[in-house]
């Protein structure tokens, strides 16, 4: 392992050889050459990388490095098949790293478990349906069975799941988003009316200032970079507020310019960067508010206004209450909170004031804490009491994390159903599907764990390293009666099988979808709401892989019959079929076949943009939330004399959520190895440590489960003190799957209560190294 201040801007050169090495690393170079120039673009396929959205340009490359790991990850020509399956037992698969697992290369054929030989067996298509229709089948009640969505899904596939699941009987649908953006979903839903983002990709061109919260878009949506920069030059205020000091939220060299690569040029991608404390970000909302609020009465007296008064009272309710609670919390907690200081906030006040138009952004630095809910509240609070929302250039624009996250939520995954949705449901397919609200995440894990749900259906992701509690989440999956996996890649979830297990290969974003009616394209939507068609370019004839619409359909066909409720395969031979019932059954799709003919797709709009808020009163919400009384569970500090930090658990440079590439975070400086944790050079210093020191990270939490990781590197960073930072998954054995977001349920990933002490295997592992 090395560690090396990385000094130069995000972007540039460096992206451009690291893109050429992940191309090379593919054993796929000059098939991947075509397939990137193909991201993106219009008769190309949609960037599983991440929800960014694009601005119709043609004639220019729409990749980034990130993006570029992702298409080379999916389109290798490795393969993992029988014989692999045969080589290696289960037992020892587990034992192997993420990053061995995927590397493998593309899962090749159903595959069944044999529990007595603990090895994986191949397994026909149909004698795996049968055997999923007959657990299914089996059950006492439908929701025993847990049907997961991870959000690389099509809307089409996510579509016929939904349909098939809730024809089964049943409204479990975990999916990847209640450990992600749920919270915003929540806040937002209730506050605008709808749970989505109010901005399209080119109000950031006429925003004045764009406020971003808790995210590191130089990694995790670098395309988002351009955008950023390209504000930042024509003079926009771009202010960042994150725990962390991040390279991609500093400077940026575009690989598309030709003039600042050659000339080692970059553009800064902010203008303000403030460093609030893990969990600070509704004190720093509270306090600017706080500012403001002193200054709009001020202004009041000359007869002036800073809050947009007539917005308020057309469009608004609960403004009173809120100030009210904006008076009455102190600067001591605001300023404890947030880790801010008075003019800090002064500072990022004055950009807000001096504004007409802002974006406010924000994606898992603010979703993942205990009172993320009520955190993005305060945001909407903040754009309601300017008026923000629906103007041209302002609004809220919460940075979607999988591809198409969002478009399965639109279509229908989603635990707690929307009545039109069920009602639709009905109209079309003359069924009553369930209402009662299914399990999400946590309540899925926890009903499989306990032996309540039996079966456990995948589609896409890997719950077993992206759930917290990695051990006991493994420990619910071994529990159930059968897990299934379609899947690309092999990954942790694949080698804690049930009882009965089957891992069923599917095609991906990159590979040509050959039907019986022809090659098909699937749709996404970003996270701007535009829906865009996607076709893979890697030919996989020969191959045994299916698409996941076929699968789905496969599984419902064994499991319902045909034509209960629709003919399952004709939904596979077409997905203009699929399209068709999605017009049907889901707002906005009128026409859907016709619309994704056109360059760039359509826009599905947006309620709050239109100022029409779908809420009860018929009114804009202005929340009145307390600040957190802690940001860490209360009856931790009473646990311990020693000190308590707060961790957060989040992305290097080289991964894919549960999917690591490689083991180096370049931007951070960190290279070989991911077993660290990020640390304040005082912090170190204090607790009588080293950077380079090995050390064990144990959780406080109130339960009798220890939950501790073992032999971690210090890495000295710039990070409050008192906050520490390390990579998931290799840290979720530290979450408790019961510390969850106050009505969002999302894991806390990003504030976990730790200890931190020396490690107890060092010996051990120093003779290891
Ligand atoms: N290359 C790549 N792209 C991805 C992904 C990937 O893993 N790799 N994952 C995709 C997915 S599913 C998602 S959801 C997104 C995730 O995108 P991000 O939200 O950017 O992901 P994280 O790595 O979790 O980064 C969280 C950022 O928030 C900061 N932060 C953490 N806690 C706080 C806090 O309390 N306050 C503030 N102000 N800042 C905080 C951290 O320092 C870090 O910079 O990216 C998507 N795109
Ligand atoms: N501690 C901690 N935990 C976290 C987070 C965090 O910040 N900290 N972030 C959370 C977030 S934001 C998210 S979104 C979740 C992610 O949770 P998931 O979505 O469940 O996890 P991924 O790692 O994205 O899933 C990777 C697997 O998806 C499969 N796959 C890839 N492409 C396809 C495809 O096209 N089709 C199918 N069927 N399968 C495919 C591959 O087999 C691969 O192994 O993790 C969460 N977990
Ligand atoms: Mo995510």
């Known amino acids: 392992m090395s560690i090396k201040q990385y000094t130069g801007s995000a972007g540039g050169w460096g992206a451009l050889k690291s893109t050429a090495q992940h191309l090379f690393k593919s054993n796929n170079v000059a098939k991947n050459i075509s397939n ?32 570029a790991k992702a298409v080379n990850w999916e389109a290798t020509s490795r393969r993992v098949g ?10 020892w ?13 593309r899962l090749a054929e159903p595959m069944r478990y044999n529990a007595q030989t603990d090895h994986y067996e191949p397994v026909s298509w149909d004698e795996a349906f049968e055997l999923i229709a007959r657990h299914l089948n089996s ?20 579509f016929l ?14 999916d990847c988003s209640n450990m992600c953006h749920e919270a915003t979903g929540v806040a937002l839903s209730r506050t605008i009316g709808i749970g989505k983002g109010t901005v399209t990709i080119d109000d950031f061109e006429k925003a004045d200032a764009i406020f971003l919260f808790g995210q590191n878009p130089g990694t995790n949506h670098p395309r988002m970079l351009e955008t950023l920069a390209a504000a930042y030059k024509r003079g926009a205020r771009v202010v960042a507020f994150n725990n962390l000091k991040e390279r991609g939220l500093e400077r940026f060299t575009n690989p598309q310019s030709p003039f600042e690569m050659l000339s080692n040029g970059s553009t800064p991608t902010t203008s303000h960067y403030f460093m609030p404390k893990l969990g600070g970000d509704m004190a720093v909302v509270r306090g600017l508010v706080k500012i403001l609020l002193a200054r709009h009465e001020q202004a009041q007296t000359r007869g002036e206004s800073l809050f947009d008064l007539d917005f308020i009272a057309q469009h608004t309710e609960g403004m009173d209450a809120y100030l009210e609670m904006v008076k009455a919390t102190p600067w001591e907690t605001i300023l404890e909170q947030s880790g801010l200081t008075q003019n800090d906030l002064e500072a990022a006040a004055d950009i807000y004031q001096g504004a007409k138009r802002v974006i406010v952004t924000w994606a898992m630095g603010v979703t993942q804490h205990k009172h993320s809910v009520a955190t993005i509240q305060e945001l909407v609070n903040l754009q309601l009491l300017f008026g923000h929302l629906g103007e041209n250039g302002a609004g809220l624009c919460p940075v979607r994390g999988h591809s198409n996250v969002q478009g399965d939520r639109t279509v229908g995954i989603n635990e707690k159903p929307p009545a039109l949705l069920l009602e639709n449901i009905e109209k079309v397919f003359g069924f009553v599907p369930p209402k009662e609200h299914g399990h999400n995440v946590v309540n899925a894990l926890q009903a499989l764990h306990r032996g309540d749900s039996k079966v456990f259906i995948g589609l896409g992701g890997n719950l077993v390293a992206a759930a917290p509690d990695t051990d006991r989440v493994a420990e619910a999956m071994r529990n159930s009666n059968l897990t299934v996996n379609i899947a690309t890649k092999l990954n942790r979830s694949h080698v804690n099988p049930g009882k009965d297990s089957l891992i069923l290969p599917c095609l991906g974003r990159t590979d040509i979808d050959m039907q019986a009616a022809g090659p098909q394209k699937v749709t996404v939507e970003d996270s701007f709401s535009m829906v865009h068609a996607s076709s893979g370019r890697v030919d996989m004839a020969g191959e045994q892989m299916r698409s996941e619409p076929a699968i789905i359909a496969g599984i419902a066909k064994a499991t319902l019959g045909e034509n209960n409720p629709v003919n399952w395969q004709s939904m596979a031979d077409n997905y203009d079929n699929i399209r068709d019932l999605i017009e049907r059954v889901i707002p906005g799709f009128q026409d859907f076949n016709q619309r994704i003919e056109g360059p760039g797709g359509f826009y599905l709009g947006n309620s709050a943009r239109d100022h029409n808020w779908k809420t009860p009163s018929g009114k804009a919400q202005i929340s009145t939330n307390a600040l957190p009384q802690s940001i860490v ?3 931790t500090a009473a646990m311990t004399k020693k000190p308590v930090f707060v961790l957060q658990t989040m992305r290097s440079h080289d991964q894919y959520n549960t999917t690591v590439y490689g083991m180096n975070d370049r931007y951070r400086g960190v290279y070989g190895e991911r077993n660290i944790i990020f640390m304040n050079e005082k912090d170190i210093e204090q607790q009588g440590f080293k950077a380079g020191d090995l050390v064990d990270v144990q959780t406080l939490w109130t339960d009798n489960t220890k939950r501790e990781i073992f032999g971690f590197k210090i890495v000295a960073y710039n990070i409050p003190q008192g906050n520490v930072a390390a990579y998931f998954p290799e840290a979720n054995a ?18 976990i209560a730790v200890l931190i002490t020396p490690t107890k295997v060092a010996p051990l592992l120093a003779t290891a190294q």
């Open 36 to 67: 990137l120039l193909k991201t993106n673009q219009d008769h190309g396929f949609d960037c599983p990388g991440c929800a960014w959205g694009e601005k119709h340009e043609p004639g220019r490359f729409r990749f980034c490095e990130n993006g």
């Open 82 to 91: 029988a014989d692999f399956f045969q080589q290696y037992s289960v037992s």
């Open 93 to 105: 698969l587990n034992k192997q790293s993420d990053y061995f697992l995927e590397y493998q290369g």
């Open 139 to 158: 059950l006492d009640d439908p929701n025993q069975a847990e049907f997961y969505t991870s959000g690389r899904a099509s809307n089409e596939a996510a």
């Open 161 to 174: 799941y939904q349909l098939f699941a809730r024809r089964f009987g049943t409204n479990n649908f975990p």
């Open 633 to 635: 569970p209360l009856n």
């Open 734 to 751: 530290l979450i408790p799957l019961d510390s969850k977001g106050d009505f969002s349920d999302t894991p806390t990933s990003k504030s």
